[in-house]
């Protein structure tokens, strides 16, 4: 499927043949694999849905401290973001548990390493995250 039919700002298009779970993520010019693993029937040949989830926010966060830290002219040398995710079901809705350790490589204060975790929810998919989505879907003919 092409992407004629993306509206709005972001699009991205989704496309499995019959390779069980194998599938082409392609935005703006590029195209990344997802799978399953192979215990439940993929062939292990990119990240699951739940991995590129977690790389979406923690790329978003790097990003965003990057630009913050560049702005403001801070000596700080790379930035590690490492994710986990729980789900724990209830009786009546399902919670999902997201952990993000930071780790700041530079030589800065405590102070700003404070405002640096600040920063980190500040980032447009953190943002997105932690507020009410809406999906709807459609069938195309």
Not at 100 to 125: F, V, W, Y
């Amino acid at each position: 499927m092409e992407l004629e039919h993306c509206i709005g700002t972001t699009c991205t298009s989704v496309e499995i043949g019959k390779d069980h779970y194998r599938t082409e993520i392609r935005a703006s010019g590029h195209t990344v694999i997802a799978d399953e693993p192979k215990e439940v029937g993929g062939k292990d040949e990119g990240m699951n849905p739940n991995e590129l989830l977690l790389a979406s926010l923690g790329t978003c966060t790097a990003m965003t401290l990057r630009m913050y830290a560049d702005r403001k002219e801070w000596p700080v040398n790379r930035i590690c973001v490492d994710l986990t995710m729980d789900s724990v079901k209830g009786n009546e809705q399902q919670t999902t548990f997201i952990k993000r350790h930071i780790k700041i490589d530079g030589d800065i204060t405590d102070e700003q390493r404070r405002r640096m975790l600040q920063i980190a929810d500040s980032c447009p998919l953190h943002k997105i995250m932690t507020n009410p989505i809406v999906i709807t879907s459609n069938l195309l003919p």
